[in-house]
């Protein structure tokens, strides 16, 4: 008569180990995907510098949702990756449209700074972090005027979606006082409205 060994049960560290490869891997495919999109839908140098912007506002993504903190490395690498865009951007003259990203993002970030102050001012806390000052102008000097409100609304609706399936998941209540990754959600999104506007400039 032999007898059977008793089944063996996954660790929780060992199930955990493999749920976070899945998700690196999941991760590494959207990234793939999203390179290669960047080329298909502008097969130039433009849409390879927007390839290369990809895996830096994924990794901005990543840290800020586990950690609330971009690196200031990540964002001064994609705002050196947008002037290149503009400097070689077919239209409109290298110098202008090095320029024209150039007031772009600081007019977001101003308008993100002041987001800011205004909410530090009234409720006496921080409801934005100086890193996404900076991702706004990150932001800026990839995005059109059209495309920037997009982008904007984008994070905040995703944000304010996950932050309610999570709660409604965990059953917990809604605080006002509950810290939001807001770079998560708007580092995607300003891929999403680089998207939009080729979409616009493929309508004219």
């Not at 912007?53 to 903190?69: T, Y």
């Amino acid at each position: 008569m032999t007898l059977s060994s008793p089944a063996r049960r996954s660790s929780p560290t060992r199930l955990h180990a493999t749920g976070d490869l899945a998700g690196k891997v999941a991760l590494a495919a959207v990234v793939m995907a999203a390179m290669a999109a960047s080329l298909a839908v502008e097969p130039s140098v433009v849409g390879l510098l927007a390839a290369a912007l990809v895996p830096v506002l994924a990794a901005i993504a990543v840290i800020d949702g586990r950690h609330f903190i971009i690196p200031d490395s990540l964002n001064a690498l994609g705002l050196l990756l947008g002037l290149a865009a503009a400097a070689t951007a077919p239209e409109p003259e290298p110098v202008d449209g090095v320029i024209s990203a150039f007031l772009g993002g600081a007019g977001l970030a101003i308008m993100f700074l002041a987001i800011r102050l205004g909410y530090r001012a009234l409720r006496g806390r921080d409801g934005l972090g100086l890193g996404d000052v900076k991702l706004a102008a990150v932001a800026g000097v990839w995005l059109s005027v059209t495309a920037m409100p997009v982008a904007v609304e984008t994070a905040a609706l995703a944000g304010l979606m996950a932050y309610g399936i999570r709660r409604l998941t965990t059953g917990r209540a809604v605080r006002v006082r509950d810290r939001l990754p807001f770079g998560l959600f708007f580092a995607p999104a300003i891929w999403i409205g680089w998207l939009f506007d080729r979409w616009i400039v493929g309508l004219m």
